[in-house]
């Protein structure tokens, strides 16, 4: 066998001990404090609805948990199992060996997986977020959803898949800087794209018609010194009860996006105090230091792909017996999360610090009282857990933990800072 064979599996059975043991800490931390709200939210938040939340988040929590076993078990499948190979060896059969052929072979594997995750996306619908009231996504929308979605990824992943194997045949050695910079082209125009073309095929977009609050958010906008081309309300509550709402686009195209969710569970000056949220997230230059680090990132990955992909025992060693190009991307996109969730603590912390940064810019320039108030609200109508497990917490999540949260803002408002 192998040694990266043995690597490779070991990284695998690593994130899977790990991710079984933060899920089970998280689940156990969930039950323990479900008979007693958190001190500071027992006047926003009733027993009943705290019940739930640890319901739904342990729910939530273990079929999270049986995925990612029934995932891990896919990659093993499709690499060691001999899946990318067959595959392969099919698409050549009807497409040739040259970029058709491996788009057809990226393609099909890809719809392999997508095929083979369904069963828990139609579990999580139609029975998990059924079950806690939340989903009001029907079958028909599921299906034309998946329908649009797969034909989507054919024709965007098609693109893209010819293009880089396009370029992996003709640059040589050093294809991967080419293959970089056209996956840098192709994230910057599917940020054009998206709010325009591609998020207008699975909702409605209207703009916001109500003249009060729409006055309150110019005003924001205005003191924060901020350009947004248009603020829309979007169908949210076709699928799903969960409120949200987001930024959208790039330099003077951005767009406010708001979920009717969103607008109906808050008032005026707390949608205001979420907006001064998440526009504190471009003010403070979030937005770019992401794509910048996500840029290194890529090139990074690009780099060791570049270095993999001519390497015999690369293929040999994760079950595919003769080199293509295709399958040299197959397996690393397949294989690199195995390592990457080594440093997914490190962006969470991040994630963490950015969100604690947002809030008092939110705080300075709108308003404390009613940002920890919408907040509240929306871990109550989302069903949020109010006592997540530490360590779990410090691993993956992307948002500080209520607690924590609330008590900065409730200081805030304590010690107001000087303008
Ligand atoms: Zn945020």
Request: glycine share 8%; proline share 5%; hydrophobic share 55%.
């Amino acid at each position: 066998m192998h040694p990266f064979t043995v690597i490779f599996v070991i990284a695998l059975l690593a994130h899977l001990l790990v991710a079984a043991w933060l899920s089970r800490r998280q689940v156990a931390s969930v039950l323990r404090h479900r008979a007693t709200i958190p001190e500071g939210f027992e006047a926003a938040v009733n027993p009943d609805e705290h019940a739930k939340a640890a319901d739904y988040s342990a729910a939530r929590q273990r079929l999270g948990n049986l995925e990612t076993i029934y995932d891990a078990g896919v990659v093993l499948v499709l690499t060691l199992g001999g899946g990318i190979a067959a595959l392969g060896a099919w698409s050549a059969s009807v497409a040739g060996t040259g970029v058709w052929g491996g788009t057809v072979h990226l393609l099909a594997v890809f719809a392999a997986m997508s095929v083979l995750g369904l069963p828990f996306s139609v579990y999580r619908t139609f029975v998990l977020e059924q079950r806690f009231g939340f989903n009001r996504t029907g079958p028909r929308t599921f299906v034309a959803d998946l329908l649009k979605g797969w034909l989507l990824g054919l024709v965007l992943g098609g693109a893209v898949a010819a293009v880089v194997l396009w370029i992996m045949a003709r640059a040589g050695s050093s294809w991967w800087i080419a293959g970089w910079l056209a996956w840098l082209g192709f994230s910057l125009l599917a940020t054009w794209a998206w709010p325009r073309l591609i998020a207008p095929l699975f909702n409605r977009f209207t703009l916001l018609e109500d003249a009060s609050l729409r006055a309150r958010i110019d005003a924001l906008l205005a003191r924060c010194d901020f350009h947004a081309k248009a603020i829309y309300v979007m169908d949210g509550s076709r699928r799903s009860a969960h409120g949200n709402a987001y930024f959208t686009g790039l330099g003077r195209e951005k767009r406010i996006v708001f979920f009717d969710t969103l607008l109906s569970s808050l008032g005026p000056v707390q949608i205001e105090s979420v907006l001064a949220h998440e526009l504190a997230h471009f003010k403070l230059r979030h937005i770019p230091q992401r794509l910048a680090v996500g840029a290194a990132m890529s090139f990074a990955g690009f780099a060791v792909l570049g270095w993999l992909s001519a390497q015999d025992w690369f293929y040999a060693s994760l079950g595919v017996p003769s080199r293509s190009d295709s399958a040299a991307l197959l397996l690393f996109l397949l294989i690199a999360p195995a390592f990457t969730w080594i440093v997914s603590p490190l962006f969470a912390a991040w994630s963490r610090r950015h969100e604690y940064e947002a809030d008092a810019f939110a705080a300075r320039h709108s308003d404390a009282h009613a940002l920890s108030e919408a907040l509240v609200k929306l871990y109550k109508d989302n069903a949020t857990t109010l006592t997540p497990d530490p360590i779990y917490s410090a691993f993956y999540d992307s948002h500080p933990p209520p607690a924590a949260r609330i008590a900065r803002l409730r200081a805030f408002r304590a010690a107001p800072a000087t303008p």
